[in-house]
């Protein structure tokens, strides 16, 4: 008898505490109502906990599972909902509301195919049912938008791409595949916040995720933020060692953080021709970093102004600026070399441009003098006329007007064609006007100033270039040309 009594007590031990089938339901259909009434207030984790515990109590409900995951749904957690949704059909596959639920889950994160699956099993119970006609024909609009999308990506028509992702992602809210292709894009039309953006929500959901790790990486990288870019594509490939494009965008961030420092330095130590084919060769790394190349255009432009391939700076400066229209520097050299190329309309367009964007006394001062130069380009060029330089001493002006005042006075080509004597006449009258100007200190600076020559009675259609020459020549009987063949002259001084 005592070890009757012993072996009962230990299966009471021992036996598991079952309930009643019938009360089980009944509190689950309570807790389910309970659920309902929290669902309608919009209170979904509440919600949530009703019909979680609707479940413990009956854990072979479909509609539990269902109702959980509308719940989920609402809380935009569609994986877990998904999984809820399988169960509920898994329970009952003739449920037509839990294959609507698991195709809107596949669809909400961008499985269109298995979404469709699901909703055509849905139309097989209920071929009249509206929403599954309606998300049928949603989620084939998202195939052909994925297909769209990946043709023109192959284009490179990342707009276009944009532009289908937007519309798939409509209907596909929590698809990650979709968010990062849009970055990727937006990071490639130069859209950088906005493809900062969507890689930075998708990481606060998931710290892991390689591909939004890569596009945060791509911003920067085109940005010319290339140490940070660096960063993050390492980080990616520690989520993703296969990563195919981390690895690639690594590689050459690396490669073109390497040319512009090389180059750099073979320019600060004067190595021009290093630097020129550094520059080049980073150049041909990648096309589509479009910041970081306006960079290396406007110094190579830089090098080829030290070089004085000044046609060649002024094509780098242009490529700059075509890449990147708000590049300052790249106006400025620019702007420099058409200076010193002499095209001051060009020049003084550059500065008005930087002058626009950034008004400083500095770019002022810039522009007043690409002005003045355009100016006085637009004048006779008295040193031109005299062939000195514009630092020409006293002594180089008087020689050079005595050799073209006799090059070109009327009487050594009297005997020309009329047309001939015409324009010797000119250029005579021409000598004569630049030495008036160039021999005088006080006119001489007005005319390097760019102040107009008539402001103070300087007006040159008064003067008489023959009495500049007989005065240069000592006066009336000091000079005559003499005839020694057929063509050829002498000077006579008395």
């Given amino acids: 008898m005592a070890a009757a009594a012993e072996c009962d007590v230990v299966m009471a031990a021992t036996e598991p505490e079952l309930h009643d089938d019938e009360e089980a339901k009944r509190e689950a259909e309570s807790f389910k109502e309970q659920g309902n009434a929290y669902y309608a207030k919009k209170d979904y984790n509440e919600a949530y906990n009703y019909y979680t515990k609707a479940i413990d109590m009956c854990p072979k409900n479909a509609s539990y599972y269902g109702n959980r995951a509308a719940t989920l749904m609402m809380l935009g957690k569609f994986r877990e909902a998904l999984g809820d949704a399988q169960q509920s059909v898994r329970l009952d596959d003739s449920f037509v509301r839990g294959h609507l639920r698991e195709g809107k889950c596949h669809l909400s994160l961008g499985n269109a195919m298995a979404a469709c699956r699901s909703f055509q099993r849905a139309l097989e119970l209920d071929h009249k049912n509206a929403q599954a006609q309606q998300e049928f024909k949603n989620a084939n609009a998202v195939i052909e938008y994925e297909k769209i999308a990946e043709t023109d990506f192959e284009k490179r028509d990342f707009r276009k791409v944009v532009f289908c992702m937007d519309r798939a992602l409509e209907f596909a809210p929590a698809c990650h595949r979709f968010k990062i292709l849009k970055a990727e894009c937006l990071a490639m039309l130069g859209r950088y916040p906005e493809a900062q953006s969507v890689a930075s929500d998708i990481l606060r959901m998931d710290s892991t995720n390689a591909d939004a790790l890569y596009v945060r990486g791509l911003c920067l990288y085109y940005e010319d933020c290339i140490e940070k870019a660096v960063q993050f594509f390492v980080q990616a490939l520690r989520m993703a060692p296969d990563h195919e494009k981390a690895c690639i965008a690594c590689r050459n961030a690396k490669a073109l953080k390497a040319k512009k420092e090389d180059g750099n330095k073979a320019f600060k130590e004067g190595n021009y021709k290093l630097a020129y084919e550094l520059y080049t060769e980073a150049l041909g790394i990648d096309p589509n970093n479009?910041?970081?190349?306006?960079?290396?255009?406007?110094?190579?432009?830089?090098?080829?102004?030290?070089?004085?391939?000044?046609?060649?700076?002024?094509?780098?400066?242009?490529?700059?600026?075509?890449?990147?229209?708000?590049?300052?520097?790249?106006?400025?050299?620019?702007?420099?070399?058409?200076?010193?190329?002499?095209?001051?309309?060009?020049?003084?367009?550059?500065?008005?441009?930087?002058?626009?964007?950034?008004?400083?006394?500095?770019?002022?001062?810039?522009?007043?003098?690409?002005?003045?130069?355009?100016?006085k380009s637009k004048r006779k060029d008295y040193y031109k006329i005299l062939g000195v330089?514009?630092?020409?001493?006293?002594?180089?002006?008087?020689?050079?007007?005595?050799?073209?005042?006799?090059m070109h006075h009327p009487d050594r080509h009297s005997g020309a064609s009329a047309e001939v004597q015409k324009e010797e006449e000119k250029k005579f009258k021409e000598v004569g006007e630049a030495f008036t100007i160039l021999s005088d200190p006080k006119k001489k600076t007005r005319y390097d100033s760019g102040q107009d020559l008539d402001e103070e009675g300087m007006n040159m259609g008064d003067f008489d270039a023959n009495n500049i020459f007989k005065a240069f020549f000592g006066g009336p009987g000091g000079f005559s040309f003499e005839a020694s063949g057929p063509g050829n002259f002498f000077f006579q001084f008395g």
Avoid: P
């Fill in 389 to 406: 330089d514009k630092n020409a001493s006293e002594d180089e002006i008087k020689k050079a007007y005595r050799k073209r005042a006799l």
């Fill in 290 to 375: 479009i910041k970081t190349n306006a960079k290396l255009y406007c110094n190579r432009g830089t090098v080829n102004s030290k070089l004085r391939k000044l046609d060649d700076a002024i094509e780098d400066c242009t490529s700059a600026v075509k890449l990147d229209a708000t590049y300052i520097k790249a106006y400025l050299r620019r702007a420099q070399c058409y200076i010193d190329t002499e095209q001051y309309e060009e020049a003084v367009r550059d500065y008005e441009k930087v002058y626009q964007t950034e008004k400083t006394k500095e770019h002022k001062q810039l522009l007043k003098n690409a002005q003045l130069e355009l100016k």
